[in-house]
């Protein structure tokens, strides 16, 4: 009897991959094309306190995204880092890492909003609406709204970087290629520096990135830590 393997090789090596790529691609679609509802704006992450905030935001926040630039670029480090995980730990393993590190990102968000909109409130960008005034933080919280993939995938790269350190990257502008234990860690320097220091146009979830990569880090960690197998 011949078996027949349907499907491209993504679909059949890292489905969780594959369908997850589809489902964000579906959603950003939705984004764009569907009039009649605002999808952006209900499955965006609204704090807490907000009148726009509900509870399942929580999650739908992990699969919106701003513009075909955000979408892009997350949803090739989901292909790139993400592929490698699921064939280390299988589909549901990964599954799981993924929407923690998501959902944890969102919680994280949650908490360092109040922060953010201290920023915000004492940054330049506060001149034209008459400078910082607690007025202004509360309006900040209420119109806050965060989205996209990048918590989840700070999780899935923070992960990789522990896993295959010395697994050599080429990244944008730089001429050589260089190890991931350098790399990832680089890009969390750069997103707690965005994060504490406001930055005028900067509207990059930064504390949401450092979330993710903070849950990821912690559970890979976990779930390593009596296996005493060497990584390259």
Known sequence: MAFYNSGNRIQRDTPIVFNLLIINALVFAAQNFITNVDVTNWGSLHYYKSTDFKPH???????????????????????????????????????????????????????????????????SEAAQFGGYSIDLVNAYKEQYA???????????????????????????????????????????????????????GDNIGHFAHLGGAIIGFLLVLFWNKTNKKTFY
């Open 57 to 123: 935001q929580l999650i739908t926040s992990v699969f919106l995204h701003g513009d075909i630039g955000h979408i892009i670029f997350n949803m090739f480090a989901l292909y790139m880092f993400g592929s490698i995980l699921e064939r280390v730990w299988g589909s549901k393993r990964f599954l799981i890492f993924y929407l923690v590190c998501g959902i944890g990102a969102s919680i994280f968000t949650q908490f360092t909003t109040p922060f953010s909109a201290e920023q915000f409130a004492k940054s």
């Open 146 to 200: 965060a989205l996209g993939a990048s918590g989840a995938i700070m999780g899935v790269m923070a992960a990789f970087a522990w896993l295959f350190p010395n697994t050599e990257l080429y990244v944008m502008f730089i001429p050589i290629p260089v190890k991931a234990k350098y790399v990832i860690p680089v890009f969390v320097l750069i997103d707690l520096f965005g994060g504490i220091y406001k930055i005028k």
